[in-house]
């Protein structure tokens, strides 16, 4: 099964910027997506999706606090999926995964069904954004 090392978090001031990388050991499937998600610091906070994107086409998703500041891509002679991430906020404060699971698209549009339907979760990089 793939596995995915996480990198390039780190602390950063409000409006900052890093990009995460997500490097895959081995082969993902065509038809599956690649995913970063999020586990903010907070007691019973749920891991959530931050933005996906499919191996083949490079149809994207992008949560609604992702949008416009986030970009998600796949370099696949790499193989890894970078998130860059812009104008950084506290409220993005957390530990970043990734993962893959088999992709989903209504109305052809990648649809995101949930961490649930993700698996081979790497060990995750934490990012910390500072007021």
């Known amino acids: 099964e793939v596995q995915f090392v996480e990198s390039g978090g780190g602390l950063v001031q409000t409006g900052g910027s890093l990009r995460l990388s997500c490097a895959a050991s081995?082969?993902?499937?065509?038809?599956?997506?690649i995913g970063w998600f999020r586990r903010a610091p907070y007691p019973g906070k749920k891991r959530e999706g931050v933005?996906?994107?499919?191996?083949?086409?490079?149809?994207?998703y992008y949560a609604d606090s992702a949008k416009g500041r986030f970009t998600i891509s796949y370099d696949r002679f790499k193989n890894t999926v970078y998130l860059q991430m812009n104008s950084l906020t506290p409220e993005d404060t957390g530990v970043y995964y990734c993962?893959?699971?088999?992709?989903?698209?209504?109305?052809?549009?990648?649809?995101?069904?949930?961490?649930?339907?993700?698996?081979?979760w790497g060990q995750g990089t934490q990012v910390t954004v500072s007021s």
């Open positions: 933005a996906c994107v499919a191996k083949s086409g490079g149809a994207t």
């Open positions: 993962a893959n699971g088999p992709s989903t698209y209504h109305d052809d549009k990648l649809f995101y069904e949930g961490p649930e339907f993700f698996h081979s």
């Open positions: 081995d082969f993902i499937f065509d038809d599956y997506v």
